[in-house]
């Protein structure tokens, strides 16, 4: 029952996200309904999808879960040091730097970094589908931007170092937090000194 709740989560959400690489469709639907409602269409599958994920990737977890492989105990360690980057990079999609100038996307890098660390350590079959199907989404978004010929919206400004000075200790905070008090008691599983 969970890892069926958790796929539906993942085809909503992941779903909606692909359907705006398909830039076409997308100004169709907006030229219909205009760009609020589409917004808040977006907006409510994204969530729909979001609380899929969640509410199935627990069900699945408290049913069981199914071990595919059995990554080595030194690889959580692997996984907490790709997290820090990987917030990192997130933080630096909202606060513009050179970080975003270097890497244009810096929030799928950081997306497709914090999948990965997490295959890395986690050998289940909902972890396996949960992350790799992110992984994947990541991945052929990155290369879909490559070939979008459309404008993406007004210009982000793009600050400078101090930007990703600021970046770097938001993501640090955030980091500690998400390892600290956001993975032992909303996930369940200690993200450090276990």
Do not use: C, Q
């Not at 729909?48 to 069900?59: D, K, Q």
């Not at 986690?122 to 990155?142: E, K, P, Q, T, Y």
């Not at 905070?173 to 390892?179: D, F, S, V």
């Amino acid at each position: 029952m969970g890892l069926s709740v958790l796929i539906a989560g993942l085809a909503v959400f992941l779903g909606t996200h692909v359907f705006t690489t398909r830039r076409i469709a997308r100004a169709d639907v907006i030229a219909r309904i205009g760009a609020g409602p589409y917004k808040g269409i977006y907006a409510a599958l994204s969530l729909i999808g979001l609380v899929l994920i969640v509410y199935g990737y627990a069900l699945y977890r408290s049913e069981g879960w199914v071990d595919i492989w059995y990554p080595p105990a030194w690889m959580r360690h692997v996984t907490v040091l790709l997290m820090l980057p990987a917030v990192v990079l997130i933080a630096a999609a909202y606060i513009p730097g050179d970080i975003k100038r270097r890497l244009k996307h810096p929030m799928l890098a950081g997306v497709k970094l914090w999948a990965f660390a997490h295959l890395l350590s986690n050998g289940d079959l909902g972890s396996i589908i949960l992350f790799g199907s992110i992984l994947a989404w990541a991945v052929f978004d990155r290369i879909s931007l490559k070939h979008r010929t459309d404008p993406g919206g007004p210009p982000i400004p793009i600050g400078g170092r101090l930007n990703d000075a600021i970046a770097v200790a938001v993501g640090l905070i955030l980091y500690l937090g998400l390892g600290f008090w956001f993975h032992p008691y909303v996930i369940g599983v200690p993200a450090f000194g276990a």
